[in-house]
C-alpha cells in the first residue's frame, strides 16, 4: 500500500531519500489518524465515568486552554473536561 502510494506521487525517477521522505510522511499521517480516532472513541457524554476504579465528574466549564495547531484546536473543540472528585 505505502509503496503503490510513493510509485504514484513520486514516479519512477525518485531518489531513495525522496522515497524515504514521502513514505515517512505518510506513516506519519496515518499514525497520526489512528490515534486521533483511538481518542475519540475513549470520548464519554456521561456525566460521570469511573476509570481504574476512581469515579471522575464533568467540569462545569469548558477547558480554557489554547493550542497554536489547527489539529489541536479541533481536538480541543470535541474534547470533555473531567476532574477526579470523591463521590458516593
Same mark, same amino acid.
Request: aromatic fraction near 4%; charged fraction near 45%.
Given at each position: 500500500m505505502i509503496k503503490?502510494?510513493?510509485?504514484e506521487q513520486l514516479g519512477p525517477d525518485a531518489t531513495f531519500?525522496?522515497?524515504?521522505d514521502l513514505?515517512?510522511? *505518510?506513516? @506519519?499521517?496515518?499514525?497520526w489518524q489512528r490515534e486521533d480516532d483511538d481518542?475519540?472513541?475513549?470520548?464519554s457524554e456521561a456525566d460521570v465515568v469511573e476509570v481504574?476504579?476512581?469515579r471522575y465528574a464533568? *467540569?462545569? @466549564?469548558r477547558s480554557s486552554a489554547t493550542y497554536s495547531k489547527v489539529r489541536a484546536i479541533e481536538a480541543m473543540n470535541t474534547?470533555?473536561?473531567?476532574v477526579s472528585v470523591a463521590l458516593a
Open positions: 503503490q502510494k510513493v510509485d531519500e525522496q522515497r524515504r513514505e515517512a510522511e *505518510l506513516m @506519519r499521517d496515518v499514525l481518542l475519540r472513541e475513549s470520548v481504574g476504579g476512581r464533568r *467540569l462545569s @466549564r474534547s470533555r473536561c473531567w
